[in-house]
């Protein structure tokens, strides 16, 4: 199983950035691709963007679009999320995960093989 560990989430006011970082601590990032999700309360969970092995990022589109960047540090072994101007519909929990089964983003959850713990983001005033 591949573990990935989550931090950055918290609260922070509207307008506000915030760094999510997903470090994976036994395999080499570069090896699978990467994803990102968020799931709102009572809703289901969204693709926000992947980067493939090949180092290639795919965003989807939604209501994070130009505000949301993911990236990849090697020699960190870590994957990033910068958010930038949150919004309180920004309110969530936020995912990384692992997809080692085949090279290609998905935004389906059940394509994805292992998920890190996931972290909250609170966007309030």
């Known amino acids: 199983q591949l573990q990935l560990e989550e931090s950055g989430g918290g609260l922070v006011q509207p307008g506000g950035s915030l760094r999510l970082s997903c470090a994976a601590s036994?395999?080499?990032?570069?090896?699978?691709?990467i994803g990102w999700f968020r799931q709102a309360p009572g809703k289901q969970r969204e693709a926000i963007s992947c980067?493939?092995?090949?180092?290639?990022?795919?965003d989807y589109l939604g209501a994070w679009k130009d505000r949301f960047t993911s990236s990849r540090d090697n020699a960190k072994n870590t994957a990033f999320l910068q958010m930038n101007n949150l919004q309180p519909g920004d309110t969530a929990v936020y995912f990384c995960?692992?997809?080692?089964?085949?090279?290609?983003?998905?935004?389906?959850?059940?394509?994805?093989?292992?998920w890190g713990q996931g972290t909250q983001i609170t966007v309030s005033s």
């Open positions: 980067i493939m092995s090949n180092g290639q990022r795919a």
């Open positions: 036994n395999f080499d990032l570069t090896t699978v691709t």
């Open positions: 995960a692992a997809k080692s089964r085949d090279p290609y983003c998905s935004r389906f959850s059940a394509a994805w093989d292992d």
